[in-house]
């Protein structure tokens, strides 16, 4: 994450974010691959439907970029990056929300022996 100041302006505030994302590079660089995939099979309907030669060949360089967009791993776009961070983190409130926490973990569930035990110890214990 990049570290801000106080006096630094909104120009150099987006110029160090978008420094960050280039330096660092995208973990997940999906955006290219998946959108030219989406077209490829949009592409192959509209064939299927209408026999149409044209949209085969729209279907067939959609799919040859998709791939190469995954093979050379194009960097997502900055704004395709910086949306998807804010769709999860609205996402992320949304679960705290909604999703409440449970009062026992996994392991300590209601009968199970492990939780019965120490219920019994820390009995003892007092």
């Given at each position: 994450m990049a570290y801000f100041?106080?006096?630094q302006t909104e120009s150099d505030i987006i110029f160090t974010q978008t420094y960050?994302?280039?330096k660092t590079g995208s973990?997940?660089?999906?955006?290219?691959?998946d959108?030219?995939?989406?077209?490829?099979f949009i592409f192959?309907?509209?064939?299927?439907?209408l026999n149409d030669a044209y949209f085969y060949f729209g279907a067939m360089m959609c799919a040859?970029?998709?791939t190469t967009a995954h093979r050379k791993k194009w960097p997502d776009p900055l704004w395709a990056t910086?949306?998807?961070e804010d769709l999860n983190a609205r996402f992320d409130s949304l679960k705290r929300r909604h999703f409440l926490k449970k009062e026992f973990s996994k392991e300590d569930d209601i009968g199970s022996p492990a939780a019965s035990w120490r219920i019994i110890s820390a009995s003892v214990t007092t």
């Open positions: 100041e106080e006096d960050e994302v280039f973990d997940n660089v999906f955006f290219y691959k959108l030219f995939a989406s077209l490829c192959f309907g509209l064939a299927l439907a040859c970029i998709s910086l949306m998807m």
